[in-house]
């Protein structure tokens, strides 16, 4: 059985890459091989559309095969274009059981296997291009088509939404009210003030040789993070009277490291367990994100802390004072 849902996964992501293919701008669908863009081609009267039928779903998969940034990212993408478009939401589950349970993001939610045993129908959608007015306007006509059917929408695959703050308020209050969360447990203590730093290392690290360009993008130096908690370390002292304690999540050895050695009260957490490292960086009262959306993500759901990111990102910031932005050297972004 997993040899042969291993072909059909496989199968998939071949299908996939034929409908889409990217560019250095992003995804490109060839719309033709979506039946319900053939059937908006081949509908006259599809310029007088009706409006979209609120009681319909739209759905995102998780990208089984990324890692939990990116999947969090497609569930994200699917909830913002549901609400764009006026539908509900409808929940895929990530692809590790153990991430569903914690993140608790589809508690409440119908889910799309849910769905099609009460009888809806899935309609692919191609992926779009959200800069783009006309193709924006295309998938509502589309969408419109199906007025009054039980249909589930469903996203192609890593359709994106480049903001990604902007479902934040909701993914918090999915994400605290868990019921896993009476379990969270984290190295800091409340009588410190705790800054989490992301020094992402790991897969990236070859891209110093082998100049991937996917992975260049993602580099910060040790410098860069030095730098960074020379200029924010004052700001955390005007913020609080306790003890200041510097957390570095990262993988490899302390000697990859000697930089910020010299640093009070610091600790290493080198190849802690995602999820650990991931609550860390949501309970933090001052976290230093890296180029990852392994940050990012929980960047979104601390509620209380400072955020100190790089301005150079592939995603919105809010425009909140408690995020604060720093330049490629890891100074402060000037305005």
Not at 16 to 41: D, F, Q
Not at 65 to 73: D, E, F, L, Y
Not at 175 to 195: G, K, M, Q, W
Request: hydrophobic share 35%; proline share 4%.
């Amino acid at each position: 059985m997993r040899i042969v849902s291993q072909i059909k996964s496989k199968l998939r992501s071949i299908w996939a890459r034929l409908r889409c293919y990217y560019t250095n701008e992003g995804y490109v669908s060839r719309w033709w091989m979506y039946p319900c863009y053939i059937k908006w081609r081949f509908t006259p009267e599809r310029k007088c559309h009706g409006a979209i039928d609120s009681h319909q779903y739209l759905a995102a998969i998780p990208n089984r095969g990324a890692g939990i940034g990116h999947q969090i990212a497609n569930w994200q993408a699917g909830l913002w274009w549901s609400w764009q478009f006026g539908v509900q939401f409808a929940h895929v589950p990530f692809a590790q059981s153990s991430w569903e349970r914690f993140l608790g993001y589809g508690n409440g939610i119908i889910t799309l296997a849910e769905l099609k045993k009460k009888g809806y129908k899935i309609v692919r959608m191609p992926i779009f291009d959200e800069s783009h007015a006309d193709e924006v306007r295309i998938i509502k006509e589309i969408m419109s088509l199906y007025s009054g059917r039980k249909v589930v929408f469903l996203a192609e695959q890593d359709q994106e939404y480049y903001d990604q703050c902007g479902v934040q308020s909701f993914i918090q209050k999915q994400f605290f009210a868990s019921p896993v969360r009476e379990s969270d447990l984290t190295p800091f203590s409340r009588e410190h003030f705790n800054i989490a730093v992301h020094l992402r290392r790991g897969d990236i690290v070859i891209g110093q040789t082998n100049g991937d360009p996917n992975l260049t993008m993602r580099w910060l130096s040790n410098d860069y993070y030095t730098n960074v908690l020379d200029n924010v370390l004052p700001l955390a002292k005007k913020q609080t009277n306790k003890a200041i304690h510097i957390y570095i999540f990262s993988q490899g050895k302390i000697s990859d490291f000697p930089e910020l050695e010299k640093y009070e009260n610091v600790h290493f957490y080198l190849d802690l367990n995602p999820e650990s490292t991931f609550l860390s960086f949501v309970y933090a009262d001052m976290l230093i994100t890296s180029k990852s959306s392994f940050s990012y993500k929980p960047a979104l759901l601390n509620r209380k802390g400072i955020k100190v990111c790089p301005k150079n990102f592939w995603h919105a910031y809010p425009n909140d004072e408690k995020w604060i932005l720093m330049d490629n050297n890891g100074n402060f972004e000037k305005e």
